[in-house]
């Protein structure tokens, strides 16, 4: 998926309104594999509006902490927002921070949720948030299936091309996406990042090809960079052909993967070893 400086900023709220057919579902999906507990402590890095942040917060309740954190301050301020909706949390703290960077150590959870693709150094980011995590800690990273959303990135691109009268290249997930799109590849990968009983679970899912629903899948997600420097005119340009090469077709595949693993006792020494 594409994303500029400021993408996800520019998409934060659309994000919000996307999050029930595509964010909230891989949040559950990851929650329920990663399962904080009552009193844990918790890393959220990558959080983006919150979906997976909130469900951690109300599984360690009172007595554990959220630590949730994310580059765009936008996306933090839909969350701060969705957490006083909620009443408060006062167990979940949102930072605008670069996670690759992030001081906190000694987590028992730490879960990154379609967000690693996105560091500058996918397997350097990746390794500080298993240091973040306390020896033994999980660690829980979502990606993207491979396939997932092309379809959609495919037209879009297209679209966008015929607009701005260039030529783009066809639509790719990015090297790191593609890297980590496979159940077998994923659990190597992560495995290299220093986690042992790595386990990789495949969730089917899938967003309505409605138009509406179509085109929220752009403006709330990584997509809407794509959008970016288009006047007003344009974009609703975009929105019609992009929507016009996707008629009459299924439904977004959106399948993702859930990696599960745990930062060894003992740092570098497998478990089992
Ligand atoms: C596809 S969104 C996923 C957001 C959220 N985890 C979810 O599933 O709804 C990817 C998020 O990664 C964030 N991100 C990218 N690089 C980051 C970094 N270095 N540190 C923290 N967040 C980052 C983006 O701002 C964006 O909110």
Same mark, same amino acid.
């Given at each position: ?33 990663? %399962? ?28 554990? *902490? ?25 167990? /979940?703290? *949102?930072?605008?921070?670069? %996670? ?13 949720? /379609?967000?690693?693709?996105? /560091? ?27 396939? &997932?959303?092309?379809? %959609? ?5 297209? *679209? ?14 990015? &090297? ?49 960079? @794509?959008?970016?420097? @288009?006047?007003?005119?344009?974009? *609703? ?5 992009? @929507?016009? $090469? ?14 599960? $693993? ?5 740092? $570098? ?5």
């Amino acid at each position: 998926m594409s994303a500029g400086p400021g993408a996800f900023d520019a998409a934060a709220a659309d994000a919000v309104l996307l999050a029930p057919l595509l964010w909230e579902p891989v949040a559950a999906a990851t929650v329920a594999r990663s %399962a904080p507990a009552a009193g844990e402590r918790v890393l959220d890095a990558c959080c983006g509006t919150g979906p997976s942040a909130l469900l951690a917060a109300a599984a360690v309740g009172p007595a554990g *902490a959220v630590d949730a954190v994310d580059v765009s301050s936008a996306a933090v301020a839909q969350l701060q927002q969705a957490a006083r909706s909620a009443g408060g949390l006062p167990c /979940l703290e *949102a930072h605008t921070a670069d %996670a690759t960077a992030w001081p906190g150590r000694g987590y028992d959870l730490v879960q990154g949720v /379609l967000g690693v693709f996105f /560091l500058l150094d996918p397997a350097a980011g990746t390794e500080h948030l298993v240091r973040c995590a306390r020896p033994g800690g999980r660690v829980v990273i979502t990606t993207w299936a491979t396939g &997932a959303l092309a379809v %959609a990135g495919r037209a879009l691109v297209e *679209a966008v091309a015929a607009v701005r009268e260039e030529a783009l290249p066809a639509w790719s997930a990015s &090297a790191a996406a593609q890297q980590l799109g496979e159940g077998a590849a994923l659990a190597a990968w992560v495995g290299a990042r220093g986690l042992d009983d790595v386990v990789v679970t495949r969730h089917p899912h899938a967003v309505p090809a409605s138009a509406e629903e179509l085109w929220l899948l752009v403006l709330g997600s990584g997509f809407r960079g @794509l959008l970016s420097g @288009l006047a007003a005119a344009q974009v *609703a340009r975009v929105r019609d052909l992009y @929507l016009s $090469g996707l008629a009459g077709g299924d439904d977004v595949d959106a399948t993702f993967l859930v990696a599960t $693993g745990h930062r060894p006792e003992v740092p $570098g020494v497998p478990s089992g070893a």
